[in-house]
C-alpha cells in the first residue's frame, strides 16, 4: 500500500528494514540499561505509550520524508519492548515455569504479527486504506499501554524500597559480561541463524522446488503456525527437563535440539525432493523443532544465572546487538554464496553448521553453568530484595 501511494523504489522499501535492523542493535541495549536503572515497567510503559502515539501519527503523513522521520522514530521505541517484556517475565514466573512462560510470549507475539497481516490485507480493500489501519494500530498499542500499566501498577513497590533494590551499574554489567556463561550464551544468539528462515524459503520453494507461488505462501503460512506450537512445546519441555534436574536438564534438551535441527536442515535442503508431500513434511517438522531450544533453554537459563537488574542489558546486547549484527551479516553471505553454489546449499551451509557448533557448545556449558546456577542461587537465597520492575 505505501508502495502504490508513494510511489516508492526497491531501494527505498529497503530502507525501511535497514532502519529495524540498525536501531535494534543500537537502541536495544541502550533500552535495556535505562530499564534495568530506572524500571522496567516505566521504561516499557513509556516506550509503548510513545510509540502508539507515533504510529497513530503516521497516518497522517503527506510525504516520504515525513513517514520515514515518523517510522524511524515509533522503531526506536519498539525495540525496547523485547529485552524489557524478557525481563518481567522472568521475574513475575519462578525458574520451573519460565520455559512456559516464554513460549506463551512468542506464541502469542507470532498471533499477533499474523493478525496484523490479515488486518493490513483488510485494509488494503479501502482508498488510503494505510492511513486507517495505521491509526487503528496506533489506538490499539495505546489501549495495550493503558492496560498493561493497570496491570503492572501492583507489581511497583514503593519508592522508598525502590530505592534500596540493586539497579544497573556498569562494574556489575563488566563483571556478568566476563563470565564465561555470558560468553557462551552470546555465542548461542550469534549462531542462532534459523530466523533468517522465513525469509529465504519462499524463494527457495518456487525457484528451487518447483513450487508455485500460492503453494509456497501456503506452505510459509503453515510453518509459522507450527512455529507458534513448537515455541509452546519447547517452554513446557525445558520446564519439565530442569524438574528432573535442576543443572543440567535444560542443557541435554539445547544439545539435543541443536543436532536435530541441524540434521533436519541437512535433510532438507541437501537432497531435491520431488514429492510435495515429503517437501511440505520435512518444512513443517523444521519450523516446529526451531523455537524449541530458545524457550525452552537459553531465555530460560540465562535468566537463571543473570541478576535481575542485570537482565535486559544482557539480553539486549545478546539477542538485539550480537545477533542483530550477526543476521545482517550472514543474510548477506547467503545472498553472496548462493550466487556462487546455489541457494540450496547456501541455505544448507547456513542453517546446519551453526546449530552443529551449538550442539559442541553445549558441553562447555555442562562445565560452566552447573556451578554459576549454584552461585547464583546461593546469592539470591542471601538477604531478600525484590525486583524493581
Known amino acids: 500500500m505505501l508502495k502504490q501511494e508513494f510511489d516508492l523504489s526497491h531501494q527505498q522499501l529497503g530502507t525501511f528494514a535497514t532502519i529495524y535492523l540498525l536501531s535494534r542493535a543500537a537502541f536495544g ?17 513509556a516506550s509503548l505509550a510513545i510509540n502508539g502515539v507515533l504510529v497513530f501519527s503516521t497516518g497522517f503523513v503527506a510525504s516520504f520524508d515525513q513517514l520515514l522521520i515518523l517510522y524511524s522514530l515509533s522503531i526506536l521505541c519498539t525495540v525496547a519492548a523485547e529485552p524489557i517484556t524478557y525481563t518481567i517475565a522472568s521475574t513475575v514466573f519462578p525458574s520451573s515455569d519460565r520455559g512456559k512462560a516464554f513460549g506463551s510470549m512468542r506464541a502469542v507475539r507470532g498471533l499477533l504479527g499474523g493478525g496484523f497481516i490479515l488486518a493490513v490485507g483488510w485494509f ?28 503492572l501498577r501492583s507489581r511497583v513497590e514503593s519508592s522508598n524500597r525502590d530505592c534500596n533494590e540493586p539497579k544497573f551499574e556498569w562494574n ?11 560468553i557462551l550464551f552470546t555465542l548461542i544468539h550469534i549462531l542462532a541463524t534459523g530466523m533468517l528462515m522465513p525469509v529465504f524459503m519462499p ?45 543440567k536438564g535444560r542443557i541435554v ?55 535481575f537488574h542485570l537482565r535486559s542489558a544482557s539480553f539486549a546486547i545478546m539477542a538485539s546487538l550480537c545477533q542483530g549484527l550477526s543476521l ?13 553454489r546455489g541457494l540450496d546449499n547456501a541455505l544448507f551451509l547456513a542453517f546446519s553448521i551453526p546449530y552443529a557448533i551449538i550442539a559442541m ?29
Open 124 to 151: 488494503g480493500s479501502f482508498e488510503e486504506g494505510w492511513r486507517y489501519a495505521l491509526m487503528a494500530f496506533g489506538t490499539v498499542k495505546i489501549a495495550i499501554t493503558l492496560a498493561l500499566g493497570k496491570r
Open 29 to 45: 541495549p541502550l533500552w535495556g540499561m535505562l530499564a534495568d536503572r530506572f524500571g522496567h515497567k516505566r521504561m516499557l510503559i
Open 253 to 307: 534438551l539445547l544439545q539435543a535440539y541443536a543436532a536435530i535441527f541441524a540434521s533436519l536442515n541437512v535433510i532438507l535442503f541437501l537432497p531435491d525432493w520431488q514429492h510435495t508431500s515429503v517437501l511440505w513434511t520435512l518444512s513443517l517438522l523444521v519450523s516446529t523443532v526451531f523455537p524449541v531450544g530458545f524457550t525452552g533453554c537459553v531465555l530460560p537459563m540465562l535468566a537463571n544465572v543473570v541478576p
Open 203 to 247: 524463494t527457495f520453494l518456487v525457484e528451487l522446488r518447483g513450487q508455485t507461488l500460492a503453494s509456497a505462501s501456503a506452505l510459509v503460512g503453515a510453518m509459522k503456525i507450527c512455529m507458534f506450537f513448537g515455541a509452546l512445546l519447547g517452554g513446557v519441555l525445558g520446564d519439565l527437563l530442569e524438574r528432573v534436574s535442576p543443572s
Open 361 to 389: 557448545v553445549c558441553i562447555a556449558l555442562y562445565r560452566y553453568y552447573p556451578s554459576e546456577l549454584a552461585a547464583r542461587t546461593e546469592s539470591a537465597n542471601g538477604p531478600a530484595v525484590s525486583p524493581h520492575i
Open 328 to 340: 545482517a551479516g550472514i543474510s548477506t553471505a547467503i545472498g553472496s554464496l548462493s550466487e556462487h
Open 172 to 182: 556489575a554489567f563488566k563483571s556478568v559480561t566476563k563470565k564465561p556463561v555470558f
